[in-house]
């Protein structure tokens, strides 16, 4: 995700319209960990303003992919 999706145009385009991106290390943030509850990591989740779970999705997503279900995350 680090080398392909997130640097992709696609994918940053609308992460600098809507989001504002957290990575975490859910190995090392404990914390993080029990508040998000993976079931595997890598995981990507969308909150909305108020800290609330939109989706998620687990493992590596394509950037187009990717691109699309933020976008698809913001009409929820």
Do not use: N
């Not at 609308?14 to 989001?19: I, N, P």
């Not at 509850?37 to 989740?45: D, G, L, M, Q, R």
């Not at 779970?53 to 995350?73: H, M, N, S, Y």
């Amino acid at each position: 995700m680090e080398r392909v999706t997130f640097p992709s145009e696609a994918v940053q385009a609308v992460m600098r319209q809507s989001y504002v991106r957290r990575l975490l290390d859910l190995d090392k943030d404990r914390s993080s960990s029990e508040l998000f509850k993976p079931e595997a990591i890598p995981v990507s989740i969308v909150l909305d303003a108020s800290g609330r779970e939109v989706d998620r999705k687990v493992g590596f997503i394509a950037p187009d992919e990717f691109a699309a279900w933020l976008r698809e995350c913001l009409s929820h």
